[in-house]
């Protein structure tokens, strides 16, 4: 896009926000607010692109990864979700820890992350979890686990009585690497209650992840958008972020989530638009100057359509994935596998230089 295209302006109103971003200012509640209120496109697109840019340059990057979902057995109960199952119903599994050990050690040489997410289950011995971290360590000593959110630990802490930090701590000791940045949803409170059920709130999902940085284990985050939250809670969902990000330092990736409504009728929403898929991901780069990666994650909005988001803003593709439950149970139309050739050409046909990294943004190689 060429400097011309910010010069003329189609809304006035991101004049303001242009000379910030040009500055290298950060951008206050109110400048979100009217970032997601343009209709602007192009121009938002384009402001979060010179912020990437900045960053990254022209690179692209990617992840070879596998996700496992060890259960989807959950105690609480969120509107918009078709993953969780309650104990006894028949679509209700619980993978044996050897099954994990065996899907880990069968796993190509070249998988770096396994990423291990799941249902909040009431009956299961803390032990599942910490052998679990162990046996995947002794399967496949190189790989990264990123594993279990912020929702998950707090409910650890709550189920075996134990601190988040003892939690934590004993996770790390048993070859957990990093978190991934799942369970945040929408902050706010009036909005998050009526969508959420049984699980952290808020101030406990970005405590759980004060105390991950606090330890070294560094996390991602993310935001579910398109359901029933205003654009003031988008915006309050990202200050809330950046501040954390402030005082540790310790997120990697911001991942907007666009919300999948298919199976999640009670909530009566349209399918998110592509106009709102690339505007989350460039009003993240805006907001978020002190995140170092912001993700188009091809498992929510499609390849095609990730494709683009690294033109606004996106400088992660996400991986290979192989196979993914949660987003798929709520009706994702999007594929569960793309090769790393289908990367590389994504990531190459949008103008960038992919690169494939490990979970934590070191180079592995550039294609």
């Keep these: 896009m060429s400097t011309a295209l910010v010069e003329t302006l189609q809304d006035s109103a991101l004049e303001p926000i242009r000379d ?15 970032l997601y209120r343009s209709h602007d496109l192009l121009a938002v697109g384009h402001l979060a692109n010179q912020v990437r840019e900045r960053w990254h340059g022209d690179a692209g990057y990617f ?4 996700h496992i979902n060890h259960t989807n057995v959950c105690a609480a109960t969120c509107d918009f979700c078709a993953f969780a199952a309650k104990k006894g119903e028949p679509r209700a599994y619980t993978l044996g820890l050897d099954d994990i050990f065996r899907t880990v050690a069968s796993l190509p040489k070249a998988v770096r992350e396994v990423h291990i997410v799941g249902g909040l289950h009431p009956d299961l011995p803390w032990s599942y979890f910490t052998d679990m971290m162990r046996g995947i360590k002794q399967a496949r000593p190189d790989i990264h686990v990123k594993a279990f959110t912020a929702v998950e630990v707090f409910f650890f802490h709550k189920l075996y009585r134990m601190s988040v930090d003892k939690v934590l701590a004993e996770l790390k000791e048993a070859g957990l690497d990093s978190m991934p940045g799942g369970g945040a949803e929408i902050f706010a409170k009036e909005t998050r209650d009526k969508i959420v059920r049984g ?20 996390t991602n985050a993310t935001m579910l958008y398109g359901h029933i939250e205003s654009v003031e809670d988008r915006v309050d969902h990202l200050v809330r972020l950046r501040e954390l990000q402030d005082e540790t330092g310790g997120f990697v990736t911001y991942i907007p989530l666009a919300f999948q409504p298919w199976e999640a009728p009670a909530m009566d929403c349209p399918e998110t638009t592509a106009f709102e ?6 009003v993240g780069r805006l907001m978020l100057d002190n995140f170092p990666h912001v993700k188009s994650y091809w498992i929510m909005i499609g390849p095609r359509l990730a494709q683009v988001g690294l033109s606004f803003g996106a400088d992660d593709i996400d991986g290979t994935v192989t196979e993914e439950k949660i987003a798929h149970d709520a009706g994702a139309k999007t594929p569960q596998i793309l090769t790393v050739h289908e990367l590389v050409r994504l990531i190459r046909e949008a103008g960038r230089r992919p690169i494939e990294r490990d979970t934590v943004f070191n180079k592995v190689r550039e294609w």
């Design 20 to 34: 910030k971003v040009a500055a290298g200012e950060r951008l206050s509640f109110d400048d979100g607010v009217a």
């Design 63 to 66: 992840v070879r990864n596998t």
């Design 199 to 218: 699980k952290a709130d808020a101030a406990q999902w970005l405590d759980v992840m004060r105390q991950a940085h606090r330890q070294g284990i560094p």
């Design 277 to 282: 898929d690339l505007k989350a991901i460039a």
